[in-house]
């Protein structure tokens, strides 16, 4: 779904909320398939099942106009 070394960003960032358990606040990068590129500011978080599995759950909101604003200042 996405390029390897973006992947492993993403990963990196959803295993550190399974080894902590604490919600992360994160800008993620990409690359729209027009060759663009965007942000998105993502929450991730734990979540628990009835049988003691864990997973990650999240939301995501695009930012990059933010980005592009912050980078100029």
Known sequence: LWPLEVARVYRDNDLLVLKDGCMQEVVEKFENPDGSVAYMQCHKFLIH?????????????????????????
Do not use: F, I, K, P
Not at 50 to 65: F, K
């Open 49 to 73: 099942d009835g049988r003691g599995g864990r997973y990650v759950g999240g939301s995501a909101v695009e930012v990059t106009e933010r980005v592009h604003a912050e980078e100029s200042l």
